[in-house]
C-alpha cells in the first residue's frame, strides 16, 4: 500500500510518501518540506509531484491518502484538503483526515502527559491535551494561550508554534517540534489503519473551530423617505 501524506493546516507545506505493508510495516519512500505562510497553493501540487517523481511512483499507484484537516486557518488549511478530496475522487482512492494537534503530538514520541499549542492567529491558539503521544485527553479548542494550562497539572510541557509564540505563559523551554510533519502524519494514518489504538482518522473536512474573517454581506438597509 502506497500512503501519501501532506498538510497545510499550519506555515508548514509538508508531503511525504510511504508504502506500507501489513507485517513488515511502514517504508518512507520521500518527503518534502517547506514553510511559507503566503504560498500553500503555489508549493503544495510541485512538492507532491516532486516526491512522487523521486520515489519513482505514479499517481495510479496510490492506495490512500492522508491530510492534515486542522485546526488551522482557513486560507492554508483548505488548500490541503481540496487537493486531497480531487486527487482521491480522480484516483478513486480513500482519503483519510487527521487532526494536525495529533501529528505533532505523534512526532513528539512522548510517553508522559504534555499539551499542543499551535499558532491560532488574533492573540490565540489552537491546543489538544494529551497523556502520551498515542492519547488525546481533550480537544482540539482555540482560544488564548492561558485556556491550555487551565485545571492541567503544574509545569505541564506545552510543544508548538503556539507555545514558542507565547513562553510568557506556556514556558520558555520544550517546545519542538513545532509544526507538523507530513512523515509524522503518514505514520500516524498507517498505524491507524493497522489497527493500533491511536487518534482516529477523520473525514477530510476542515476543523475550522470559529467562523472565517470573511463574513456575507447582509441585507440592504431601507431607506426611509425625508
Not at 501489513?22 to 517547506?34: H, N
Not at 496510490?62 to 484538503?81: D, E, F, K, N, Q
Request: overall charge neutral.
Amino acid at each position: 500500500m502506497l500512503v501519501l501524506a501532506f498538510d497545510t493546516a499550519t506555515a508548514a507545506i509538508t508531503v511525504a510518501l510511504y508504502e506500507w505493508t501489513p507485517g513488515e510495516g511502514a517504508v518512507p519512500r520521500g518527503a518534502a518540506e517547506a514553510v511559507d505562510r503566503r504560498r500553500h497553493t503555489e508549493l503544495l501540487t510541485p512538492s507532491i509531484a516532486q516526491v512522487m517523481a523521486d520515489a519513482g511512483a505514479a499517481p495510479e499507484d496510490l492506495s490512500a491518502i492522508a491530510v492534515g484537516v486542522g485546526p488551522g486557518p482557513y486560507t492554508g488549511l483548505r488548500v490541503g484538503l481540496v487537493t486531497a478530496r480531487a486527487m482521491g475522487d480522480a484516483l478513486n482512492v480513500p482519503v483519510h483526515g487527521v487532526c494536525t494537534l495529533d501529528v505533532i503530538a505523534w512526532a513528539t514520541g512522548r510517553d508522559q502527559p504534555f499539551a499542543v499549542a499551535t499558532d491560532a492567529r488574533r492573540k490565540e491558539v489552537y491546543w489538544a491535551r494529551y497523556a502520551s503521544h498515542r492519547t488525546r485527553l481533550t480537544g482540539p479548542a482555540v482560544g488564548p494561550p492561558p485556556d491550555v494550562l487551565e485545571g492541567a497539572p503544574q509545569g505541564l510541557p506545552v510543544v508548538g508554534e503556539g507555545a514558542a509564540l507565547y513562553p510568557e505563559v506556556l514556558g520558555a523551554f520544550g517546545h519542538e517540534p513545532q509544526l507538523p510533519t507530513a512523515t509524522a502524519l503518514a505514520e500516524l494514518a498507517i498505524a491507524r489503519l493497522a489497527g493500533l489504538k491511536v487518534p482516529a482518522l477523520l473525514p477530510p473536512e476542515p476543523l475550522y473551530l470559529r467562523r472565517p474573517d470573511a463574513k456575507e454581506p447582509g441585507p440592504r438597509k431601507k431607506v426611509t423617505p425625508s
